[in-house]
């Protein structure tokens, strides 16, 4: 009996959970109950499982399957389920596989591909190199024919000056001084001034040109005039005078003209003449031009005031009238050398730099008139005339730019700065006083004096300006 009850109790502790686990009741939380359902109404299912017996609402119930056919079903769906993800898995290592070797292929044919470029590219390399190269010659030979082209050109603009008539006018009242007389200028204002040039080249063999320049710079500024010293009407007295008055320079011009030879090269021809050879592009566009001349210049001055004072001559007031002249002519040897250079190629745009020596020889003349009015009835008539004889030193900078705004015309913007030393090797001075013809004497001893006194009158010009102009070459 005993034996035959731990054999029912075996049986159904083996079957008792196949038998609970028949019935599957699936809430629509998702979660699925195991068991076997007991009891239903129309509102509850009554399931007993291994948690023990639960009542369920129908309302919560998703779906019923009853017995093992939903487990059945949820096994098969898992076998399908493992099955496709091994077909997937098999089915990703076959193309990760076959794009491995799409790859190797494409790498391969891109590295074939890439080393047929490159011979492509190193013969199409050097065909283009020889096709430049045979340009490059050839632009060469058209950039020499053309480098020496008939040209003409004009400027103009704003200078600052202080020219050969002023200065002297300077170093003579300075030297006046000498015998007690004093003239002081001051400027009034700023004194309006400018250049203005003109030329032309001409090719005359090869690279070789004449070129012909011209320039005027020139200005007329105004003055107050302080004076002081003897009175000229008697030398040999004690009489002063002082004054105070008003002037201006009708004219200061200067004007000069010049002839020129020159010759166009390019650095690189240079360099071959001397057997040098340097592969660089600005080689080529260094363009190098000396020129040897011949130079003309002229100044041209007129200076006049009145001013009125006292004077010990009577004791009496005075009303003088003063007029200045001066005329200078000069000529002699130019040389220099000018350089082109162009930054791009490709931008018609060349920077200019010139440099440039002169050394003239020429004389001046400088005429003044003074007539003086005394109130006690007196007119004396003062006349002086200095003769110098000159040599001129002569250096020049140019910094310019020029543009070439069509085809054949070129603007252009240069700073021109340029100073003229002039040295006096002799000078006569003669003088007429109407009121004592001794007066004569001292012309006497500036010619006996001149090499000493000569020096005093060495002075020099300068001129700084801003030329804007425009060159058309034909």
């Known amino acids: 009996m005993n034996r035959f009850a731990s054999l029912f109790l075996l049986v159904v502790l083996f079957i008792l959970p196949a038998v609970l686990g028949a019935d599957t009741v699936i809430l629509k939380s998702g979660q699925e109950l195991d068991g076997q359902i007991i009891n239903q109404s129309e509102t509850t299912i009554t399931i007993r499982t291994r948690a023990g017996v ?101 400027y103009l603009g704003p200078a600052e000056l202080e020219l050969l008539p002023e200065a002297l006018n300077t170093q003579i ?11 002081l200028k001051a400027p009034i204002g700023e004194a309006s001034s400018g250049v203005f040039g003109l030329g032309f080249a001409v090719p005359v063999w090869d690279l070789i040109f004449v070129q012909v320049n011209g320039e005027a710079a020139g200005y007329a500024p105004e003055f107050a005039v302080f004076e002081a010293g003897r009175d000229l009407t008697d030398l040999a007295g004690s009489q002063t005078r002082s004054g105070v008055g008003i002037g201006s320079y009708s004219r200061i011009l200067r004007t000069s003209g010049e002839i020129q030879i020159g010759y166009r090269a390019q650095l690189r021809d240079i360099l071959e003449l001397t057997g040098l050879s340097i592969q660089h592009e600005w080689v080529d566009r260094l363009a190098i031009e000396p020129l040897v001349g011949y130079r003309a210049m002229q100044h041209d001055g007129n200076l006049s005031f009145t001013a009125s004072g006292a004077s010990t001559f009577g004791p009496s007031q005075y009303l003088a009238d003063e007029e200045t002249d001066v005329f ?93 030393e002039y040295e006096t090797e002799r000078i006569r001075v003669t003088r007429q006083n109407s009121w004592d013809p001794s007066v004569s004497q001292a012309s006497l001893m500036v010619a006996a004096l001149s090499p000493v006194i000569a020096p005093v009158f060495d002075t020099e010009d300068q001129v700084g300006a801003l030329q804007i102009g425009m060159t058309r070459r034909f």
């Open 173 to 183: 009242n300075s030297f006046n001084l000498v015998n007690g007389e004093a003239e």
């Open 54 to 154: 639960q009542t369920i609402t129908k309302a919560n119930v998703r779906r019923i399957f009853y017995g093992d056919a939903y487990r059945k079903q949820q096994d098969e769906l898992k076998r399908q389920r493992e099955e496709q993800k091994r077909k997937e898995e098999e089915e990703r290592k076959q193309k990760a596989e076959e794009e491995r070797k799409r790859l190797e292929e494409e790498k391969r044919k891109a590295e074939q591909e890439a080393a047929e470029q490159a011979e492509q590219e190193r013969l199409e390399q050097e065909r283009r190199e020889a096709e430049e190269k045979a340009r490059a010659q050839e632009q060469r030979e058209q950039d020499r024919l053309a480098r020496n082209p008939y040209a003409m050109w004009i």
């Open 328 to 420: 200078h002519r000069s000529k002699g040897v130019t040389w220099g050398v000018r350089f082109f250079y162009q930054p791009l190629s490709e931008f018609p745009l060349k920077l200019e730099l010139g440099l440039y020596a002169a050394r003239l020889s020429g004389d001046t003349n400088y005429n003044d008139e003074r007539l003086t009015i005394y109130n006690i009835g007196e007119v004396v008539q003062d006349k002086s005339e200095s003769s110098l004889r000159q040599v001129l030193r002569s250096s020049t900078i140019h910094l310019g730019v020029h543009y070439e705004i069509v085809e054949d015309v070129d603007v252009f913007v240069r700073l021109h700065g340029e100073t003229v």
